[in-house]
């Protein structure tokens, strides 16, 4: 290869991938939209980190996905490649609730992480995906995580705990 062609494929491959779509597990093409003063956008994916498995993105500050406002002002999600393509090997039910959960965010900047959580639970099961087995999953993945930061409530177990009560507070009130 020509060392030119060669230098422009490796600052490609360099360069966070970007777009304005993500691939769920079930080959599902789907993408974030968010509107503000009567402006429906899709919401930009930027895809950061191309090292091995526990060099984690400085950018992401340990998470797999953050949402920060862009140059415009519009929200950003981005994604840490590294820790997702781990995650589609062995849950891939949590990269799309991640998904989700990170649109809801984009969606509504004040929303809390239990609030963004419950929003992706509700998203996910009224695309009739949650499937017990899949609930499972989630639940159990949440557990996994011991020590979390305050605000998703310390640990995944109370993570999960309080997604399951604004879920079905939500429903009590019949929002859906
Ligand atoms: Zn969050």
Same mark, same amino acid.
Request: aromatic share 8%; hydrophobic share 40%; net charge negative.
């Given at each position: 290869?020509?060392?030119?062609? #060669?230098?422009?494929?490796?600052? &490609?491959?360099?360069?966070?991938?970007?777009? +304005?779509?993500?691939?769920?597990?079930?080959?599902?093409?789907?993408?974030?939209?968010?509107? $503000?003063?009567?402006?429906?956008?899709?919401?930009?994916?930027? %895809?950061?980190?191309?090292?091995?498995?526990?060099?984690?993105?400085?950018?992401?500050?340990?998470?797999?996905? *953050?949402?920060?406002?862009?140059?415009?002002? %519009?929200?950003? !999600? +981005?994604?840490?490649?590294?820790? =997702?393509?781990? &995650?589609?090997? @062995?849950?891939?039910? &949590?990269?799309? +609730?991640? +998904?989700?959960?990170?649109?809801?965010?984009?969606?509504?900047?004040?929303?809390?992480? !239990?609030?963004?959580?419950?929003?992706?639970?509700?998203?996910?099961?009224?695309?009739? *995906? #949650?499937?017990?087995?899949?609930?499972?999953?989630?639940? @159990?993945?949440?557990?996994? &995580?011991?020590?979390?930061?305050?605000?998703?409530?310390?640990?995944?177990?109370? =993570? %999960?705990?309080?997604?399951?009560?604004? *879920?079905?507070? $939500? $429903?009590?009130?019949?929002?859906?």
């Amino acid at each position: 290869m020509h060392r030119a062609a #060669l230098l422009a494929l490796l600052c &490609m491959l360099a360069a966070p991938i970007s777009g +304005f779509a993500f691939e769920r597990s079930d080959g599902t093409i789907v993408h974030c939209e968010v509107t $503000r003063d009567g402006e429906s956008r899709v919401v930009h994916e930027v %895809w950061l980190g191309h090292g091995d498995l526990g060099d984690r993105h400085p950018a992401l500050g340990g998470a797999a996905a *953050v949402v920060r406002p862009g140059a415009d002002g %519009w929200p950003v !999600i +981005f994604f840490d490649s590294v820790v =997702f393509r781990a &995650m589609l090997a @062995s849950d891939p039910h &949590m990269s799309d +609730f991640i +998904f989700y959960h990170e649109c809801a965010h984009a969606q509504d900047p004040k929303r809390d992480e !239990i609030e963004a959580n419950c929003e992706a639970y509700l998203e996910l099961d009224k695309l009739g *995906v #949650l499937t017990p087995e899949r609930l499972d999953a989630l639940a @159990s993945t949440h557990k996994k &995580m011991l020590r979390l930061p305050s605000r998703y409530g310390g640990s995944g177990e109370i =993570f %999960w705990e309080r997604t399951l009560s604004c *879920v079905k507070s $939500r $429903r009590d009130i019949g929002l859906r």
